[in-house]
């Protein structure tokens, strides 16, 4: 079945980076969009970015622009998401998300990463 | 960046109530909304698409309707399993796209 499947929970230091996986499978990686959508405990989801995986192409939101790098292995069907200078802000679980063959609402999600900043 | 808004912020509700989310953005965003339904430690869940499109397997008590500013998401007779927190999302214009702020459901 369609599935994206996540790396596992990091703990990273204030000022470092984190790199979160993504691997689908059940359908055609490079047909779809793929987004990265945060979530702070308690808190509302906020989109970050998203990759084409056929080409590589990156759109990533403006909070997000200057620490986010989104990059894909089409040969491994997985996304990845980097996000460096990390503060305690960032703190939140981490999901990826499928949208269409144009960008728009997310149909298929993984089950989430959690990622902890703390000093 | 377009915002929503989601009222109420919260409700209580009974198993067989009628429950409606109203979602308004701050500007026109013609039938470019989805609903996603989030159970506590779950992932978000598709139901509702281009307004008022419901997901391939999501129970036909969801519904969903509205365009341009103003957007309702009814749940016809709420069921034990539809107790959770409510997000509505544009993709009209993007990026970004942007999500609402939720609404919990919970038993009264």
């Known amino acids: 079945q369609m599935q994206l499947v996540q790396s596992g929970a990091e703990v990273k230091k204030t000022g470092s980076s984190v790199k979160v996986s993504c691997k689908a499978s059940g359908y055609t990686f490079t047909y779809r969009y793929l987004h990265w959508v945060r979530q702070a405990p308690g808190q509302a989801l906020e989109w970050m970015g998203w990759i084409t995986p056929f080409n590589g192409n990156t759109n990533y939101a403006q909070k997000f622009q200057d620490r986010v790098t989104i990059t894909r292995d089409r040969s491994m069907s997985t996304a990845y998401m980097e996000l460096s200078s990390l503060r305690s802000e960032d703190t939140a679980m981490y999901y990826c998300?499928?949208?269409?063959?144009?960008?728009?609402?997310?149909?298929?999600w993984g089950r989430g990463t959690l990622v902890t900043v703390s000093s | 960046a377009i915002q929503l808004t989601q009222s109420p912020s919260s409700l209580s509700a009974s198993v067989g109530d009628r429950v409606t989310i109203t979602c308004r953005a701050s500007q026109g965003i013609s039938s470019a909304l989805a609903w996603y339904q989030q159970k506590p430690g779950k992932a978000p869940k598709l139901l509702i698409y281009d307004a008022s499109s419901l997901e391939s397997g999501v129970p036909s008590r969801f519904s969903g309707s509205g365009s341009g500013t103003d957007f309702t998401l009814t749940i016809s007779s709420l069921q034990p399993e539809d107790f959770a927190t409510y997000y509505c999302q544009q993709f009209n214009s993007y990026p970004p796209f942007t999500f609402g702020p939720g609404t919990k459901v919970d038993i009264k």
């Open positions: 998300a499928r949208s269409g063959l144009l960008p728009g609402y997310f149909d298929l």
